[in-house]
């Protein structure tokens, strides 16, 4: 961060959704995190245990049961037994691709446009810097077209040309970008991504300035390797004024989707606090229906 301040970029700290005093500084945060320490939809999960709702886990659901337009439930399959729950009201939050397969066995056409905001992570070598155990993504510098976050990534030692190098020598910076909604989801759940000119100039710009920002911090420039191309948080498969309305129902009535499907443009950003603000206010309009 300091390095990404002295070369005039903004930054400033992660909002983490970690209890700090419960931290152990393992790195795992992506994996589970052992300590418990950071908070996670669990969370809501559990409260609504305690409250009396039934929690059905280890369980495929497979199909949206519609009648007369409106939803009466879904099926699914556990322990190779097919079952099925009734409801007038069915909210779905399988992801871009996992809602988009239940949305077509509605009948309704999702997923033919999909954003994944393109990422890579740039790193190179500072013997013994031992950021791999570091708390991940605690730092951000915003760009016009990027966003660079620290990031350890096990396969950037894969593209550093130096055999001596170790997973604990390695400083490293993600870079994500906002891609155009060019791509669809086929009917067996595979994605077709298509990258405009625009987003591989976006991340390529953002690839420069991760190695300006880790040369500034100390890693040898002659080190500086970067991951494959990949994606993450995809969305946009049933954006809001298309496939559902303002209030995140599909013209099904009763049938809801509340998970990044719903986002009409790439965020180009994590956008897990913008998928909670949405899925609060859709709680507090059914609670008030």
């Not at 589970?32 to 559990?46: E, H, L, T």
């Not at 976050?149 to 400083?171: A, M, Q, R």
């Not at 986002?263 to 609670?287: C, E, F, Q, V, W």
């Amino acid at each position: 961060m300091d390095a990404g301040r002295e070369l005039g970029l903004e930054t400033l700290k992660m909002p983490k959704a970690i209890r700090e005093e419960d931290c152990i500084q393992c790195g795992k945060c992506a994996f589970g995190c052992p300590a418990d320490a950071k908070w996670s939809g669990k969370d809501f999960i559990d409260e609504a245990v305690n409250d009396g709702a039934t929690f059905i886990s280890e369980a495929e659901v497979t199909e949206v049961i519609v009648e007369d337009s409106k939803v009466k439930g879904v099926k699914y399959v556990k322990n190779g037994v097919e079952e099925s729950v009734f409801s007038d009201t069915v909210i779905l939050s399988a992801g871009a691709i996992g809602s988009t397969l239940l949305l077509r066995s509605a009948g309704i056409d999702a997923g033919r446009q999909i954003f994944f905001d393109p990422f890579v992570t740039v790193g190179g070598y500072i013997k013994d810097i031992n950021f791999n155990t570091e708390v991940q993504m605690a730092g951000l510098v915003i760009g016009n077209n990027f966003v660079l976050s620290p990031h350890f990534s096990s396969f950037t030692i894969g593209n550093i040309d130096d055999e001596k190098v170790e997973n604990k020598d390695i400083l490293s910076i993600m870079v994500k970008t906002a891609d155009e909604a060019k791509g669809y989801v086929d009917d067996d759940g595979d994605v077709v991504k298509i990258n405009t000119i625009e987003d591989i100039r976006y991340l390529a710009e953002g690839v420069a300035t991760a190695g300006f920002i880790l040369e500034k911090a100390g890693v040898d420039p002659r080190t500086i390797g970067s991951t494959l191309y990949r994606g993450a948080h995809p969305g946009g498969t049933a954006p809001i004024g298309e496939i559902v309305d303002s209030n995140q129902e599909t013209e099904i009535k009763g049938l809801f989707v509340s998970d990044a499907s719903v986002l009409p443009i790439s965020p180009g950003k994590p956008p897990i606090l913008t998928i909670l603000a949405l899925s609060k206010r859709l709680s507090d309009y059914l609670k008030n229906k």
